[in-house]
């Protein structure tokens, strides 16, 4: 993937609010870029060592308060343009305009108004000569998926939902959820396709979403160690279609197949008022059920900075971020690619899980992309890049690389998280089933970044 065009630097940890206001207007114009906090007083070698690993950018926006004298030192130091930012830090920031504004000469910084991380942001487009792109959706916001509104729901719900707790049940906001009965854990996961099933209409193709509706509760399932023993389905139709119907179950069996259970019931209804489609429309969830020691749950608790990342490769988009893959202007070919099913990796799981290996925490690659990481606790998940499968590169094309590991799972379906003794032993295991490589590490921290670039 190529290098961000903008990089984004902020002297303190405090200034985060700053960087928002940058970087929302960067994701607006799909601008690429890199998150670093580096104070040029207290970290000048963290400093240098961002630079020179970033020396290809086109643009450095600096954000400082105070005496200011980031971006000064970064336009000592690089040939290309420099945005500084003054915060209001004391003296209503102009202690911090004034000392960007005088730089000596042949050391020069473009200055924009006090906190107006913003019109940095602008500028920087204007310098690289990118305009907005309306023409083509560039994020999930803009085919009407807002992550941070579905967010807020999710945690209003939650609080909604621990009113029916009792004593004994699991902590919410994993993958799965579960009760407790005597020294076992019953866990549950539900989920559908999406709006993968437009895309089996549009090829007229309904025998593979029902491997996806499995997978996508079995893989959130097997996160927390629990082993899934069954599963039921819920298909709802437009109209009654026996072949259509008779797709999606022949799906469904393949993907229990696939996963050692049986589909032990399900329920169909023909809805002709509400479900509407392409050309027949439906819509297919599930359920799945598992059972694990209470002992041998496996919630992120355990996870400790300096842990490895295991990434396993994934079959393909999977399940999630249809809504925008679907409005790209994809060639056919690359537009069937999406279809392909879901990989699951139940068995190579459990085999993992067989073992002696300490596994401190698991994550499945779904909507989020990798923010998924962020519900096994508050570390920083520092991944590095790996080779990205063409098909992703295919997508990519005038989507920022911010956007892309947010919504889409990259090549990567499922994330194991083990101590870095572990390693050899855990490769060996995953590689017998699919191509599986360390992908980053575990650090202090509360964020997730693909090579220095912030996701969260």
Known sequence: MPVPSVIVLAGSKSDHEIVKKVTDVLDEYSISYGEFVASAHRNPDQLDRILKENSETKVFICIAGLSAALP?????????PVIGVPVDSALGGLDALLSIVQMPKGVPVATVGINNGANAAHLAARIIGVKKKNAEPVSYAEVGVDREEEEQTVSEILSIIRRSHVTGELPQGHFAGGIRHGDEIISLATDGVGTKVLLAQEFENYKTVGIDCVAMNVNDLVTTGSIPIAFVDYIAVERQDKELIKDLVEGLVEGCVQSEIPLVGG?????T???KGIRIGFDIAGTAL?????DRMVTGSLIQAGDIMVGIESSGVHSNGLTLARKLKLDPKTRKE????????VKAIKKLLDSEIEITGMAHITGGGFTNLLRLGKWHYNLKRWEIPDLFVRMSEGIDDREMYRTFNMGIGYVVIIRPTELEKTLDILNQFYPSYEIGRVEEGDDVTISGMSIR
């Open 338 to 345: 999406l279809l392909r099913p879901t990989r699951i990796y």
């Open 273 to 275: 008022e509400v479900i």
């Open 267 to 271: 329920e169909t209804a023909v809805m």
């Open 72 to 80: 000064g030192v970064v336009a000592s130091k690089v040939d290309q």
């Open 290 to 294: 598992g059972i694990q020691k209470a």
